[in-house]
Each structure stands twice: as C-alpha cells, then as structure tokens.
C-alpha cells in the first residue's frame, strides 16, 4: 500500500494528511477491499478542466476526478482535486476549507470502491456514505 499526495500548481498544503491515510484505509477496509497504491493530485480549476475534457469529454469544471486502475480488490488509482472549486464550495455550502477538502477526498476514494453518483439515487447513497465518514473522520480527530 502507498498513499501520496501530489500539489499540482497551487500553494495550499494538507495538514493532518496522515489521518486522512487512516481514513482513507479504513473506508476501503470497510468496503471490504485492500488498499493498493492512491495518488492524490491537488491542483487548480484549469488543469482539471483540461483532464475533464481529455478524458471524460465534459466540457466544465468539477471538484474531484477519480481513475480506477483496480485490480481485482485492490483499490488503485488517481484522485484529481480542484482546490479553487473546492474553495468555491465550501463558501456555498458554509463549511471549512479543511471540511469540504475532506469531503472530496472521501468522495474520491468511495468512487475507487465501486460508488458511483450518475442516478439521484446513487448520490442519495454516495452522499449518505460521505456524511457517514466525515463524521467519523472529524469525531476521532
């Protein structure tokens, strides 16, 4: 297993990032799959539009994108995060910069374990299961 965290273009840092590896594991332990190898990449608006467009042919921004490279159970793969929609967001939503970032992290990770957010009923789940953690994750810490 190995879990590291990428700053793309931007000068914002996470702190606690060895809590939210524990988090992180023990979301895919749940799941009842093996961590393999994650890649976090922190980055800005305009390189995630562009891998947006590359790759999913969505012409916008978004806040997370999650490539599966699983293999069998193991969980492996990318996670792009946008920090300047995360900002935006956790303005929106009047929550911490540090409490939407965690919210996104999650998100990412629960996509890597086979959650997926097309229907309204899947985000009802996606979203049920993020609120889940981040409880967890803000109650042990």
Do not use: Q
């Not at 999913?56 to 293999?71: C, G, P, Q, R, S």
């Not at 996104?104 to 953690?133: A, F, P």
């Amino acid at each position: 297993m190995n879990i590291k965290i990428f700053y793309d273009e931007v000068k914002f840092r996470m702190k606690d990032w060895k809590k939210l590896v524990e988090i992180i594991e023990r979301i895919i332990i749940k799941e009842n799959r093996t961590p393999g190898d994650l890649n976090f990449v922190i980055t800005n608006d305009k390189s995630l539009k562009k891998i947006n467009i590359k790759f999913l042919k969505h012409h916008y921004f978004t806040d997370v994108i999650a490539f599966d490279y699983n293999e069998k159970n193991i969980v492996n793969g990318e996670i792009y995060i946008s920090l300047d929609t995360v900002k935006r967001n956790s303005v929106n939503y009047k929550v911490s910069l540090k409490s939407e970032m965690v919210r996104v992290i999650i998100h990412g990770i629960l996509h890597l374990c086979g959650y997926d957010d097309k229907t309204s009923e899947e985000k009802v789940v996606i979203k049920r299961m993020e609120e889940i953690w981040m409880g967890i994750y803000f109650r042990d810490n």
